[in-house]
């Protein structure tokens, strides 16, 4: 499915992953979280280096017999439960990236999980450390000239692209790709639908030469299906802008967040972005006209001149399209850039396929001219682990981003992930049918810090279709975001139907990503928090159908749900609280307001003509607590005049000390979930809501102190 924006205030959903797999939830046993195999490419840039006479020792010419071997692709049209419905035209025009192993992996991992002591590297620096050397890659980039493929390397030695027709591929892998006709994805809470689309892709595993194979991780592009999903999300109901005031109108803006989270005393300092630039990583093309109108006529607020550098990736993401995303694009750099007014931001705008992704990433760590860096789009880690299981997707993929960001801390740029708009369940809404416990990808990545969301306090009116007013609730106190809080009043926004047939057979189901990767380990820096693998959760969805993942023998995963007071309409009690132990690296880091409800206005000048007017209210999601963060970095930065680098292990610090910057959410209660991981009072650290909710002026004030 298209890339899934996490924590944003449009209407973009994240795709998220596997959480811990629960005796109570599913018979699938926990697989434990395994540390991945690092991927990497090869530092040097240019055109491809003309073939030589004859080919590189260990190589393979066209005609060549050395021995090839296997090397895991990406997501392939298997894995998409795709129809082959012709062979792919061998004049198709194609891109492919080669992610190479990064060499002495665990020696980076250990540096940026201790914090970069001694400082922070450059490019050059980093890629003769731990990047491939360029011998390798010029014999890679041989090899492929042979059968006609032109080549380019990030500086890195992190990633080599290609481009060529599909005839030149399928000789060089040993593959042979076909069309595929894949289903569409139904419309969700605030998300266009995504039709039924034709791709290219194999079943076949690429092969190259041992010799190739041997520092080759990954090889992303030989299907071309639009797999990340945004995370913005809007209301269930029609906005009201004559609503009375005292009421949650999902009208909030980047003041707002300043406010509430302590950015302003920093704004007060003369902090505000000045010499930072904000990176932008997205699938989906934005104009930079769009934000500026949000700046100057919405906003009000001066902000730095010509201060968008639009970054095509690959040829870019197409057209501004709303179904495409482009409503998570802008609200990205509208959000970011109103709260870092002085900061420069660039936008990596590249294709939504895992080649795109990997490129748009290893060119904002090359490039290292973002300070910090921000994405909120996502893929279902369950669907990548379910995938490799059956040896249809790489079981690197996910090391690919980890990659990318193990070099962007190592150089001292801050990343940011949006955790997910879909609760603990964020492979809702994926191309996969399924419905287990589960976090994103990337945001399950060690190496970034992974924003989750809340609901703020006040009375969020709920309005019929006509604009009738059928119900204010209210919300007593900050709570993690979860839209179970709406569950008795389905029926009301949908009468006749049960529970709105489950919430439209769960599409609308809606909360802070958040829980425990079943792929990633946990990072040293979390084991600082006393506790973290034990949670209090509330069972409100109980699985009720599994199914055998295909091309497995033993990966059973529940299909559907039955909700906890189906059909009762808010007569039943919430279920009882469970409590629990899971392994894993813990998503998310921290949190901030991102239920619609409660969330944000944006503007978008291609808002369907029907449903929204340009500036439109009632959009949240973590999609937009990840650009906010990313600006609120590039201030703190302009504050501490140098980078902060890598969060993660300085505020886990931070918050295992006596004057934390970060207000847990540790209520036990159905009344603190994110559709499943509750509080557990008294703990640094819950996993619906990570550390909590940050001081911003505070932790800056620790940064500065930590020299």
Do not use: C
């Not at 605030?190 to 689309?197: E, H, L, M, N, Y």
């Not at 392994?583 to 880091?589: I, M």
């Not at 302009?638 to 918050?655: D, E, M, Q, T, V």
């Not at 207000?663 to 996993?687: I, M, Q």
């Amino acid at each position: 499915m298209p890339l899934a924006a996490a924590g944003s205030a449009g209407s973009i959903f994240l795709v998220s992953a596997l959480g811990p797999a629960q005796a109570a939830t599913s018979p699938r046993a926990q697989r434990g979280a395994q540390s991945p195999q690092p991927t990497g490419s090869a530092p040097s840039s240019g055109a491809t280096p003309a073939p030589s006479a004859a080919p590189p020792s260990g190589a393979t010419s066209p005609s060549g017999a050395a021995a090839k071997v296997a090397v895991p692709q990406g997501i392939d049209a298997a894995a998409l439960n795709a129809k082959a419905v012709f062979p792919t035209a061998s004049g198709t025009k194609e891109t492919v990236s080669f992610v190479l192993k990064a060499r002495s992996l665990s020696a980076l991992e250990a540096r940026v999980g201790g914090g970069m002591r001694g400082g922070f590297l450059t490019v050059s620096q980093f890629a003769s450390q731990y990047g491939q050397p360029h011998s390798k890659i010029t014999e890679l980039r041989q090899y492929l000239a042979g059968y006609h493929l032109k080549t380019t390397a990030d500086a890195d030695g992190l990633d080599v692209t290609a481009t060529g027709t599909a005839a030149d591929f399928d000789q060089a892998l040993s593959v042979s790709q076909q069309e595929y006709k894949v289903k569409a994805v139904p419309a969700t809470a605030g998300q266009a639908a995504k039709p039924a689309v034709t791709i290219h892709g194999t079943t076949d595993q690429p092969l190259l030469p041992a010799t190739l194979a041997a520092f080759t991780d990954s090889i992303l592009g030989l299907t071309n299906y639009p797999i990340f999903g945004s995370s913005a999300v809007h209301t269930l109901t029609p906005e009201q802008r004559s609503a009375p005031r005292a009421y949650q109108l999902g009208n909030g803006t980047p003041a707002d967040f300043a406010s509430e989270y302590g950015l302003t005393p920093l704004y007060k300092k003369g902090a505000d972005g000045k010499g930072q630039t904000i990176g932008i990583i997205t699938y989906a093309s934005m104009k930079p006209a769009d934000a500026t109108y949000f700046w100057t006529k919405v906003l009000k607020i001066s902000t730095k001149a010509a201060r968008i550098r639009l970054d095509d990736i690959d040829g870019g993401a197409g057209p501004v399209s709303y179904s495409a995303g482009s409503g998570e694009s802008t609200l990205d750099v509208e959000q970011s850039g109103a709260l870092a007014p002085d900061a420069s931001i660039v936008v990596y705008q590249a294709p939504n396929s895992d080649y795109g992704a990997a490129d748009a990433y290893f060119a904002a760590a090359s490039q290292d001219k973002a300070s910090v860096v921000s994405t909120s789009w996502g893929f279902s880690e369950i669907a990548l682990e379910a995938e490799a299981d059956a040896g249809q997707e790489a079981a690197t993929y996910g090391a690919v981003f980890d990659e990318a960001y193990l070099e962007m801390a190592a150089q001292g740029q801050t990343a940011f992930n949006a955790a997910g708009d879909t609760g603990a369940y964020d492979d809702l809404g994926d191309q996969t049918p399924y419905t287990e416990l589960s976090v994103d990808n990337p945001a399950d990545s060690p190496w970034a810090t992974t924003v989750g969301g809340t609901t703020n306090a006040g009375e969020i009116p709920l309005y019929s279709q006509t604009g009738a007013l059928l119900k204010v609730i209210r919300i007593s106190a900050q709570r993690t975001w979860g839209w179970d809080w709406m569950f008795p009043y389905y029926s009301l926004l949908d009468p006749g139907s049960t529970e709105a047939q489950f919430a439209s057979a769960t599409g609308d189901l809606a909360g802070g990503g958040g829980g425990y990767s079943s792929t990633e380990k946990r990072p040293g820096y979390q084991s600082a928090i006393k506790n973290i693998g034990d949670f209090t959760a509330v069972p409100y969805l109980t699985p009720t159908q599994y199914e055998l993942f295909p091309g497995t023998k033993s990966t059973y995963l529940p299909t559907s749900f039955r909700a906890w007071d189906q059909g009762q309409s808010g007569v039943a009690a919430p279920p009882t609280l469970v409590t629990g132990q899971a392994n894993g690296r813990a998503v998310p880091d921290l949190v901030a307001d991102a239920d619609p409800y409660t969330g944000y206005e944006e503007y978008f000048s291609g808002f369907p003509a029907v449903g929204y007017p340009a500036l439109a209210y009632g959009w949240g999601g973590t999609s937009f607590v990840a650009p906010q963060m990313a600006g609120a970095a590039a201030v703190i930065d302009s504050y501490l005049g140098r980078r902060a680098g890598f969060w993660n292990p300085a505020i886990y610090k931070f918050a295992a000390g006596s004057r934390s910057p970060f207000t847990p959410l540790d209520s036990a209660s159905a009344s603190n979930d994110n559709l499943y991981y509750s509080g557990t009072r008294g703990h640094v650290f819950n996993p619906g809501s990570g550390l909590g909710t940050p001081d911003l002026a505070k932790l800056a004030a620790d940064f500065r102190a930590a020299g």
